[in-house]
């Protein structure tokens, strides 16, 4: 098992891993672009491979909060493809993408997850996360809200 920075090369099995967590397919320049911008800074993505196929993918951003002075870092996306879903990959994945938020020097670590992936749920919880907050959501339809 090898975990590792995510290349344009890992765009196909990216986008594969996507569309199992059930995200409509994109074109293929849309996930190039947000390999590329996962890149720069405050933004990172990793990838791992078993026997020279990637199996799974985690994606970071890490930021300042304002009533800390420490920075939060938050995980994107996480996926492991369904086929050895089970097997420990995500927890290394998750475990690689602490050592990185730590060096980026985040205090805490946040994971959304839809209510209905309740095993995904179980997975932060068995890997030391809790639940502490709850995250209201609305779509901005780019008009001037007033």
Known sequence: ???RQ?????ST???RLLTQLGYPPQKHAFI??????????GY??????IDDETVGFISLHWFDIFHSEEKMGRITALCVSEH???QGIGRHLLKAAEKILVSKGCSKLEATSNFKRTLT???YLKNGYTEDSRRFV???SGESQE
């Open 6 to 10: 995510a290349s344009l090369h890992d």
């Open 121 to 123: 749920h179980e997975f």
């Open 138 to 140: 609305k779509t901005l």
């Open 13 to 15: 099995a990216i986008h």
């Open 44 to 49: 990172h993505l990793l990838v791992c491979d």
């Open 1 to 3: 098992m090898i975990i």
């Open 32 to 41: 190039v672009s947000k390999i590329e911008n996962y890149t720069t800074e």
């Open 84 to 86: 050895i879903r089970g």
